[in-house]
């Protein structure tokens, strides 16, 4: 897996075979999408948790708005959900913004308008306002015993162990990029499975890991994310993707789909991924729970 929150390797040793299933599988995939009422606005979502409570949070909030929705979350890998989106086995899903430069555009990033437009004339779809969150990679750290910033990291990392999964080491827009950027050079780089770095943090194994800024174990205070201060990670902004079919065929769903805009900052995130992952909360009833206490009206 490339990304936890969307990119993925594709393995060029698959057989035929297994490429033949994977794309029979796929297939089906798609199909079962199609289904559901007859002119409901029909939810996408990939496959982890945030994703999850953002497509159960749009559905909740368009039927708020009197839409008809049919659920389509738990879609798989960006290439998926992407490809339904293209084909109309859903009309709507959250991407971040990275990833829809680097897997989607196959581009280098640029700015939130600059995809608007590429996103227009090359697939169709519209790109509408970010949540108000990003969920890009981060340092992390206990609290208190690191610095708050990357800049003040650099002159003590020659005496620190770090924590990194393979992908991140291995990925352009991962340590490369920030190794380049600060000059960083750790003790010891460990190379953790990506579901063991906060194991490793809190059992002093590591004295800081790479993580996402949204995870939900950065609801605690025990942690801590040091800041990149001269921003050298891409942003990975959470908006909401449409088809531009899609907005014509439901007068008002523009509008719906933008009262999301900055609703939904990195600690309101964090704190649903948390009650999602670590008390086991239905995804619906949180997200329930939350729009009764956070309503949410179209832009106007």
């Not at 994977?22 to 009422?37: E, M, N, R």
């Not at 079919?245 to 719906?256: K, N």
């Amino acid at each position: 897996m490339v990304r936890k929150k969307g990119l993925r390797m594709e393995n060029r040793n698959l057989n035929g075979a297994c490429i033949s299933l994977v794309l029979l599988l796929a297939g089906l995939g798609l199909a079962s999408c199609k289904s559901g009422p007859a002119g409901a606005v029909k939810v996408g979502g990939k496959n982890f948790t945030e994703q999850l409570i953002l497509a159960e949070l749009t559905a909740q909030h368009l039927e708020q708005q009197g839409f008809t929705v049919s659920r389509h979350p738990g879609f798989g890998g960006t290439p998926l959900v992407h490809k339904a989106l293209q084909d109309g086995a859903i009309d709507v899903y959250i991407e971040y913004t990275g990833t829809a430069w680097q897997a989607n555009l196959h581009e280098p990033p640029g700015t939130l308008e600059q995809l608007r437009q590429r996103y227009r004339e090359r697939f169709r779809i519209g790109v509408l306002q970010p949540l108000g969150f990003q969920n890009g990679y981060t340092f992390i750290g206990r609290r208190g015993k690191v610095p708050a910033r990357l800049d003040d990291l650099v002159p003590i990392a020659p005496r620190l162990t770090a924590g990194f999964n393979a992908e991140f080491l291995g990925r352009p827009d991962g340590w490369p990029l920030v190794q380049k950027a600060y000059g960083l050079q750790f003790k010891n780089i460990a190379n953790l499975d990506a579901g063991l770095i906060y194991r490793a943090l809190d059992d002093g194994r590591t004295d800081l890991v790479c993580g996402f800024s949204t995870d939900a174990r950065l609801a605690s205070d025990d942690y801590q994310i040091i800041e990149d201060n001269k921003n050298a990670f891409p942003r990975y902004d959470a908006v909401p993707v449409v088809r531009m079919a899609s907005l014509a065929e439901h007068p008002g769903l523009e509008q719906a789909l933008g009262g999301l805009g900055g609703r939904l900052d990195a600690a309101t995130m964090r704190e649903l991924n948390r009650q999602a992952e670590q008390d086991a909360r239905p995804i619906p009833e949180l997200v329930r729970d939350w729009l009764q206490k956070h309503p949410i009206l179209p832009s106007p």
